[in-house]
């Protein structure tokens, strides 16, 4: 599995955490920046790192600023790309088993950092499986995702 990690100034220190966390579990982890805490808009870092997973560059992304919120709306403005913010182990379960999300965001102010590896931890380990009863319900935000994608074209 290959990782994308970015975050804004907000959320540096948390996404310099979370990196060491996920390379020391031995997955591949690439950092999309900040590298400093001088002030970046959010959605720069967002929609590259969305685009990169939704190209397969990358199997899954990690977003942080400072509640996630902001990333999370971003980054799900990305053709194909299905985001979630999580606070806590049910959400982080779900966000895969449930809607096959392959983004996380955080926000750095709201999730300490053993929150957020435990948060990470858990969505690294669940898996979709496409035959659950979410299966046609991912189908259908697949199918919006075209929708939208044709009617742009056409547009």
């Known amino acids: 599995m290959k990782i994308v990690i970015g ?8 996404k ?3 990196a060491d966390h996920i390379r020391n579990k031995g997955v591949e982890v690439t950092d999309a920046g900040v590298y400093t805490e001088d002030p970046v808009d959010y959605p720069d870092i967002a929609w590259k790192v969305a685009e990169e997973v939704a190209e397969g ?3 899954r992304g990690i977003l942080i600023c400072g509640t996630g919120i902001g990333m999370a709306i971003v980054a799900n403005k990305v053709p194909g790309i299905r985001a979630a913010q999580c606070t806590d182990p049910y959400s982080a379960e779900r966000a895969i088993k449930s809607n ?3 983004i996380l965001t955080f926000g750095a102010l709201a999730v300490g950092e053993a929150v957020a590896k435990k948060l990470v931890d858990i969505w690294l380990e669940c898996r979709f499986d496409p035959a659950c009863p979410s299966g046609r319900k991912v189908e259908k935000i697949k199918e919006l995702d075209e929708r939208c994608r044709h009617e ?4």
């Open 7 to 14: 975050a804004d100034h907000n959320g540096l220190g948390l």
């Open 16 to 18: 310099n955490v979370l």
């Open 57 to 59: 560059i990358y199997d």
């Open 100 to 102: 096959d999300a392959q």
């Open 152 to 155: 742009k074209a056409g547009a």
